[in-house]
């Protein structure tokens, strides 16, 4: 048998995902080799403090401060430092270098792909990055290698696990938003700062990625509509629960005709995170705590769903180590390093042209023919209504009866929804819009 050639591997980073990389490279070197074709030599691992604990003991020797130095002389380039810089230099300088670099940096990504990508093409080096959306699910891959002979219509994640994982303890439990998170806080499923979670910034900058890839055309994070999950409330929750709905904070990338956006009448692609609600039987809606999903339409293909831990340092390294295994194999074959098609020529577009369904609630005065006025509304802008459904109150103090009113619409753009909330609050048996909720699998 021949003798496999060694390839140098340069780890950047010893965190919670990097560690567990560390390990698995050394514990697992012959199996790593074999399915590689070569030996990969865990060559060094960059961190801010060689002498901090670690979570695995790893040999000292392996330890610097020096990763540009560490960098230079490696043949695969594993970054998990996180942030922009220095990662982003040490990335360009090992694409450069004619590198293969995997990272599971989601912010760099959704930031600079498009350079990062150019330097690996000029290279003619594999950049990859599954671990940076949905952790350990292997989604990335399955949507520009598996998928390559179809067309993705449509792409529903539910992409970060601290949202999910309150959003569930408030529809499993009726907690309000501030003590869900304080128990996700408690558990470690959320940080003591928690607002790139909850403010959706993750989830936008997954599907950043997500639309890139779904729709071979480069989307930057500010081509993502964002709103997190800090104003829903218990109330929505059950109010959701009632009508026979979940509420998720999903990352939603779909096809849409562009009419009213783009003068050639020209396709365009609509990316964005906000709170949605699910019908309960929906696929999505059977995620729960902190686990993650991905729900992908397909013109062919139909329905597709992958499952599995977004996050978790283990889980994660699953993930980087089949980046890197596939790195290793393009080297040894000499194929080409090219990840990313960006052939599509889609536009995208402004939250106003999103098309989708709502949920409405209404706090409204208990008279005769409001439900007729409300309908003859939403009809006039030309939102139509699919559901809806009257509750009748009587404040135990005043006597006085008012009803909630729960609407579903069909689907409807964004901008006629908007309009239609406005006239509906000019009415005045309207005492108050509850809710405005988008819906989506209806
Ligand atoms: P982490 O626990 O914070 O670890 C970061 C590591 O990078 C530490 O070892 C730190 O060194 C080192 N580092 C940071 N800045 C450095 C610098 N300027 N020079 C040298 N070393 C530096 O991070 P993590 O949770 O493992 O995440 C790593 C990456 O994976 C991030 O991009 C993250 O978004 C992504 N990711 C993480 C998860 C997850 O579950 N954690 C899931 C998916 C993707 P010291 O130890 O010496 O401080």
């Known amino acids: 048998m021949t003798e496999l050639r060694t390839l140098k591997v340069a780890l950047l980073g010893c965190g919670n995902v990097g560690a567990q990389v560390a390990r698995i490279l050394i514990e697992d070197a012959d199996t790593l080799a074999a399915r590689a074709g070569a030996k990969l030599q865990l060559s060094g691992i960059a961190v801010r403090d060689v002498h901090a604990k670690r979570d695995v003991d790893l040999p000292q020797d392996l330890f ?78 399955p949507i520009r290698d598996s998928l390559a002979g179809d067309r993705i219509t449509r792409v529903l994640g539910i992409v970060n696990g601290t949202t999910n994982f309150i959003l569930d303890q408030m529809d499993t439990t009726g907690a309000q938003f501030a003590d869900a998170l304080a128990e996700a806080q408690r558990l470690g499923y959320a940080e003591a700062d928690p607002t790139a979670d909850v ?52 990352a939603i990338a779909e096809k849409l005709p ?37 729900f992908i339409e397909a013109e062919n293909a139909g329905e597709l769903m992958f499952y599995g831990q977004g996050a978790g340092g283990t889980p994660t390294a699953s993930a980087v180590l089949g980046d890197l295994v596939s790195a290793a194999r393009s080297l ?73 009113l729960r609407i579903v619409t069909h689907r409807a753009s964004e901008a006629a929804l908007a309009a239609t909330v406005e006239a509906v609050k000019g009415l005045d048996v309207i005492n108050s819009v509850t809710s405005v909720l988008r819906v989506e699998g209806v």
């Open 64 to 141: 610097t401060t020096d990763a540009d130095t560490l960098v230079k002389d490696a043949d695969l380039v594993i970054e998990l430092m996180g942030g922009i810089e220095p990662a982003r230099t040490l990335i360009l300088s090992a694409l450069r270098n004619g590198a293969c670099v995997v990272t599971g940096n989601k912010a760099l990504v959704a930031q600079d792909g498009p350079t990062l990508h150019e330097e690996a093409d000029k290279a003619g080096v594999q950049l990859s990055y599954e671990a940076a959306v949905a952790g350990a699910i292997p989604i990335l891959r």
């Open 199 to 250: 403010e959706g910034h993750d989830a936008a900058a997954k599907a950043a990625i997500l639309a890139s890839l779904s729709f071979h055309t480069r989307f930057a994070l500010e081509n993502v509509h964002c709103e997190g999950i800090t104003s829903v409330t218990a109330a929505d929750i059950a109010a959701a629960k009632d009508a026979g709905f979940v509420i998720k904070l999903l």
């Open 258 to 294: 562009a009419a009213g956006t783009d003068a050639d009448g020209g396709e365009g692609v609509s990316v964005r995170v906000h709170p949605t609600l699910l019908p309960r039987e929906h696929p999505l809606a059977a995620v729960h705590g902190a686990f993650n999903a991905v």
């Open 332 to 404: 040894v074959l000499g194929g080409p390093g090219r990840t990313e098609t960006t052939t599509g020529q889609v536009s995208a577009l402004p939250i106003d042209a999103a098309v989708t369904s709502y949920y409405i609630g209404l706090d409204v005065a208990d008279q005769p023919g409001v439900l007729a006025r409300i309908a003859q509304l939403f009809a006039e802008h030309g939102v139509s209504i699919e559901i809806m459904r009257q509750t009748i109150h009587r404040d135990a103090e005043s006597n006085v009866e008012s009803a909630e």
